[in-house]
């Protein structure tokens, strides 16, 4: 078998653009998987998250007595999601920042487990939906020029 060798050399050009916010929409909207960040005691953590978004914001799912829920209400939190391809030395990157809350209002939360079919990657129970209202969505996209 042989291996794939993409090695573009020194005089690769690789060219990089934020994306516009709608873009960012549709990537968020497509991907469903990926990071969210936030301050506990005093330490940035990372978890990846299986979300959705809905009416401009995004959820997920945890457990209520998790690192997650303990940080309820958090002001800096963020999500962001990605996708790579090494092989053509290109991707995309969108970041979402804004204030992480629970969702606690009935209503609401039949409708997220409505619009929610997968089940979180992480095992154990996930009944506590967060919110995560963006204050800021930005993207950014890396590709090799030809």
């Known amino acids: ?61 945890t457990s209520r007595d998790g690192v997650v829920a303990s940080s309820l209400p958090q002001q800096g939190a963020a999500l962001q999601t990605d996708s790579a391809s090494p092989a053509l030395q290109s991707g995309w990157s969108v970041l979402v920042s804004g204030a992480a809350e629970a969702v606690e209002d009935r209503e609401e939360l039949t409708v997220l487990f409505g619009h929610m079919t997968d089940e979180p990657w992480a095992g154990g129970i996930r009944d506590l939906f967060v919110r995560i209202v963006p204050e800021s969505v930005s993207g950014r996209q890396v590709y090799l020029a030809h």
């Open 1 to 61: 078998m042989s291996e794939l060798n993409l090695d573009y050399g020194p005089g690769a050009r690789h060219e990089s653009h934020d994306l516009a916010e709608e873009r960012c929409w549709a990537l968020l909207g497509a991907s469903g998987l990926g990071r969210v960040g936030f301050v506990s005691e005093g330490r940035v953590r990372v978890f990846p998250v299986n979300y959705i978004v809905l009416h401009g914001a995004l959820y997920f799912r």
